[in-house]
């Protein structure tokens, strides 16, 4: 069976936060989180990554090698639940609207 795509925000449950790679300028993942409704508990990181995007003007620079300056946009995580759910989530850096300015975490895709 293949993944089911979301794309619906998600609630850190407040007092949650991993805080591991944050000194590396990673978002503090949250270890509990809302969706639906129903709180979710993250038991484990299966793996992480990070998009790069031309930078306008905001966010986190990175050189690559000479080129066009690009920025961090979106820090993606793959989970499992502790209910045995294995989850894409991703942290939006920098909301594309004014709608989206609080909704800064998301759930993609439950695999």
């Known amino acids: 069976m293949g993944a089911q795509f979301l794309a619906e925000p ?3 449950v407040a007092g949650s936060i991993i805080a591991d790679g944050m000194a590396a300028g990673e ?6 989180f809302i969706w639906r409704g ?3 508990c ?3 990181v299966l793996e ?5 995007r031309p930078d306008r003007g905001a966010g986190k620079a990175v ?8 920025y961090r946009g ?3 995580f793959r989970v499992r ?3 045995g759910a294995v989850m894409r989530i991703y942290f939006e850096r920098h909301p594309r609207s004014r709608q989206q300015a609080k909704a800064r975490w998301w759930l993609y895709a439950i695999e």
Do not use: V
């Not at 978002?27 to 509990?32: A, F, K, M, S, W």
């Not at 050189?63 to 690009?70: D, E, F, M, N, T």
């Open 10 to 12: 998600i609630e850190p």
């Open 27 to 32: 978002p503090g993942l949250p270890e509990r």
């Open 38 to 40: 129903e709180e979710h």
């Open 42 to 44: 993250i038991a484990q």
């Open 48 to 52: 992480k990554w990070a998009d790069s």
């Open 63 to 70: 050189s690559h090698g000479g080129g066009k300056a690009l």
């Open 74 to 76: 979106r820090h993606w």
């Open 81 to 83: 639940t502790e209910a």
